[in-house]
Every structure is written in structure tokens, then in C-alpha cells.
Nanobody, 127 residues
Framework: QVQLAESGGGLVQAGGSLRLSCAAS????????IGWFRQAPGKAREGVSC????????YYTDSVKGRFAISRDNAKNTVYLQMNSLKPEDTAVYYC????????????????????WGQGTQVTISS
């Protein structure tokens, strides 16, 4: 059974850091592009970052550039999102998503491009 599981969310003060993990089970992430999305209450799901299957290409939405970093460890079948200098506006449920795509690239702003989704992890930033 193909599953993605996010972890690492929590409650931190503004300026703090969190590292989210996206672990795959039932399949190997090798050959998959991975995206991180977030959804705040009353708002649409927003693309935060994505990474190509090779790890060569990474993309970020403007609001997190310079603060967030996406990486992958295919040996551990896990993708990470390091989040630094967190702001209250980063508060949301964060989801990881995977799509089999061996070419270079990923879809930062197209949730429907991804076939597999995790259940999400809550990130809350207090001011």
C-alpha cells in the first residue's frame, strides 16, 4: 500500500525552526518528484516547495525563499522541509505529495499533478 506520512509539526514561537519529514512506505521515492503544500483555515492549498526526483532542482514560493529548504534522502526514503525564521503566517497544515516523474522538474503550484498525498501535519507559529 502506497503511503506518505508527514511528521515534525508542532507549536513554536515566531523566529523558531521546525523540520518536517515525509516518509514513504509501500514504494520507493526514487524516481518521484515531491512537493510540500500547506493549507491554512479558510484558504486554498498553497505550494510551498518541491524537489525533482534527482534532487537537482528545487523550487520555493516567494514567501518562504531564504527561510525554508527542501531536501531528500532516497536511502531513507524520506524528504525533508527545514523551516527557519518561522512567522505566524506560516501556520497551516503541511502536506507532502509525490508523483512519479524521472525527468528534472516538479510542480510547485499544481496540487492535482501529484498522485500520492500524506495526511498532513499541523504547524502553528505563535507571535
Amino acid at each position: 500500500q502506497v503511503q506518505l506520512a508527514e511528521s515534525g509539526g508542532g507549536l513554536v514561537q515566531a523566529g523558531g525552526s521546525l523540520r518536517l519529514s515525509c516518509a514513504a512506505s509501500g514504494f520507493t521515492l526514487d524516481g518521484y518528484a515531491i512537493g510540500w503544500f500547506r493549507q491554512a483555515p479558510g484558504k486554498a492549498r498553497e505550494g510551498v516547495s518541491c524537489i525533482s526526483s534527482s534532487g537537482t532542482f528545487t523550487y520555493y514560493t516567494d514567501s518562504v525563499k531564504g527561510r525554508f529548504a527542501i531536501s531528500r534522502d532516497n536511502a531513507k526514503n524520506t524528504v525533508y522541509l527545514q523551516m527557519n525564521s518561522l512567522k505566524p503566517e506560516d501556520t497551516a497544515v503541511y502536506y507532502c505529495a509525490a508523483e512519479r516523474y524521472s525527468s528534472n522538474g516538479c510542480a510547485l503550484r499544481i496540487p492535482s499533478w501529484y498522485s500520492h498525498w500524506g495526511q498532513g501535519t499541523q504547524v502553528t507559529i505563535s507571535s
